[in-house]
């Protein structure tokens, strides 16, 4: 579907996920268009940065001005909508903020394409998340499209509410829009504050000797992780394969109690990892259970996962080691 010709508009392509997708559509030979905030660090593009096919474009998500700047500018053919406010905690400690950037970040872009001359051919992925799902119950696993949306979070709520729009703007207006709700996905270059990276981060430095134990919060909630280069595999697969209006899971199947991670670092790290339960990384809610099924996305577009959590932990404590120089 790509070509030196495809122009594509990645926002949040400074983020995690975003990085990743960035390399990956430059690989496809597509024209690039990264969005950054101003003070945005370009740690994560770094391999890019000098990519002749590579633009950044700076962008304020919740600024409609500035978002129809970035459409005016870049006329994509294909839109990945990655920017958010991502971090479950900081949600509850700034629930407001999480709303804005989040709903009407979707909102501003969603209506900057629908008033730009290439809206019915433009394709839009919107990045949701199995936050959406919410409270699961066990019997109710492997969580299917068709799963109520129970979210126990502000950011859940949140995204949510873009999937709706997403689904309105489809079907009000004609446009190409694909949801999908992708499950943890994680790697080189996670955020410290998430638990794969906040665990990794802290087993280097007990294993150098730096700290005594991990700092760990709720370990009995269970999660679908899959390696982030595989999720934004399947984000370029819905968009080159998926229909439009429909929602599709990313997950591995598999739930890892996260109590069961620090097993597999004391594998990767080879010793043991004491640790105690720090009060302060507790949530005021939390999701249990969270266990997708991916088999609509695969019998559709092939999806086929190449990499294992494992692969996703050895890439973390690798980054982290690099980093702290450990």
């Not at 969005?35 to 940065?49: A, K, Y």
Request: aromatic share 8%.
């Amino acid at each position: 579907m790509a070509s030196a010709t495809t122009r594509v508009l990645v926002t949040g392509a400074t983020g995690f996920a975003g990085s990743y997708l960035t390399e990956l559509c430059l690989e496809k030979g597509s024209l690039v268009f990264a969005t950054r905030r101003r003070r945005s660090p370009l740690d994560n593009l770094e391999v890019v940065l000098t990519h002749a096919n590579l633009t950044l474009i700076e962008l304020e998500i919740e600024d409609a001005r500035s978002v129809g700047a970035a459409i005016k500018s870049s006329r994509p053919d294909m839109v990945f909508h990655l920017a958010a406010q991502s971090f479950v905690p900081s949600s509850f400690e700034s629930p407001h903020h999480t709303m804005q950037t989040n709903i009407l970040g979707t909102l501003a872009l969603l209506e900057a394409v629908r008033q730009s001359p290439g809206a019915r051919s433009t394709r839009i992925l919107i990045a949701g998340s199995s936050e959406e799902y919410g409270l699961v119950k066990p019997e109710e696993c492997p969580i299917t499209e068709s799963q109520p949306l129970r979210p126990l979070s502000p950011y859940g709520v949140s995204k949510v509410a873009c999937d709706l729009l997403g689904n309105q703007y489809y079907a009000a207006y004609g446009m190409h829009i694909v949801r999908t709700r992708a499950f943890n996905h994680e790697g080189a270059r996670r955020g410290v504050e998430f638990v794969t990276s906040d665990f990794a981060h802290q087993a280097v430095q007990v294993a150098a000797g730096k700290l005594a134990c991990l700092k760990v919060g709720n370990l009995d909630a269970v999660r679908d992780f899959s390696h982030v280069r595989d999720i934004v595999a399947g984000y370029w697969l819905a968009l080159e394969k998926g229909e439009a209006g429909d929602v599709y899971n990313l997950c591995s199947g598999k739930g890892v109690v996260i109590s069961g991670m620090i097993s597999m670092l004391e594998e990767i790290i080879g010793r043991n990892l004491p640790f105690r339960i720090d009060r302060q990384r507790l949530r005021p809610a939390d999701v249990p259970l969270l266990l997708g099924d991916s088999s609509k996305f695969r019998a559709l577009t092939g999806w086929t996962p190449k990499h294992t959590f494992e692969d996703a932990l050895t890439d973390l404590v690798a980054y982290w080691r690099e980093h702290l120089q450990l």
